[in-house]
């Protein structure tokens, strides 16, 4: 081969070799995104969409203003950090003391299923991984048996469990169920506010849940199971300023 066809083919071979990095270069690329990817799900709920968070917690701007989470006067003779759930009138209170407290719009459980009581958190768990109770799949045998935790998650960003009950105050993926009658029993709150409590709570939080009926006879029922000499101050009087 002469000189000169040898300097041609030598072009020729790296014109070839280049084409050949240009056009493998998006495969690659994608290769190493889709990788990426899989890792990223390879790893827990919470893990994996805490790192995503401020796109999982868009709440709806149409949620009234009375469900916003506020300050506002409540007068309880609970100590400070209790949480009451006020069920008829969808709300949930974080006593703060010095009779105040902090409101959050609820959802609550829909008729036939709301219940009432005292409890305690027992377990908290971000981005928490679904797995209905057996109580719920004999009611609706079509629902998946396990959905990892993220933004399609029912239980939202945040679940407080509830000990000896199979409840949960937990975000939503919802938000517009937020001051209505909707749930299986357990308490439903916006995604931002799930992770504001959440953050207020600890194990062992005690959780007064109020019976859906007249609020007043709510709390006199209430204050039987607490004893007649508590009853006077146990409860609440709200004052929204």
């Not at 968070?53 to 609970?78: C, K, M, N, W």
């Not at 990892?148 to 509830?162: D, F, T």
């Not at 006879?217 to 607490?226: N, W």
Request: proline content about 6%; aromatic content about 8%; overall charge positive.
């Amino acid at each position: 081969m002469s000189k000169a066809n040898q300097t041609a083919h030598r072009s020729g071979v790296v014109l070839l070799l280049a084409s050949v990095a240009l056009w493998a270069t998006p495969a690659q690329s994608q290769t190493t995104v889709t990788v990426s990817n899989a890792n990223v799900g390879s790893i827990s709920g919470q893990a994996a969409w805490d790192r995503t968070s401020s796109d999982a917690i868009q709440d709806s701007a149409d949620i009234p203003g009375r469900l916003r989470r506020q300050v506002v006067e409540y007068a309880t003779a609970e100590v400070p950090g209790t949480v009451i759930v006020d069920t008829p009138n969808t709300y949930l209170y974080f006593v703060l003391g010095g009779g105040k407290a902090i409101r959050y719009g609820i959802g609550v459980g829909r008729d036939g299923f709301t219940w009432s009581g005292i409890k305690e958190i027992e377990r908290k768990s971000e981005w928490p991984d679904w797995i209905p109770p057996s109580e719920m799949l004999l009611r609706q045998p079509y629902l998946p048996r396990f959905m990892a935790g993220g933004p399609g998650n029912p239980l939202g960003a945040r679940a407080m469990y509830l000990g000896g009950t199979v409840y949960r105050i937990h975000g939503t993926n919802q938000p517009a169920t937020i001051g209505k009658q909707v749930s299986s029993g357990c308490i439903r709150m916006l995604n931002a506010d799930v992770i504001d409590l959440y953050g207020r709570t600890r194990i062992g939080t005690k959780v007064v849940v109020l019976p859906m009926q007249d609020i007043h006879i709510a709390h006199a029922r209430l204050a039987s199971v607490r004893g007649a000499s508590t009853q006077a101050a146990a409860f609440p009087t709200v004052r929204i300023y």
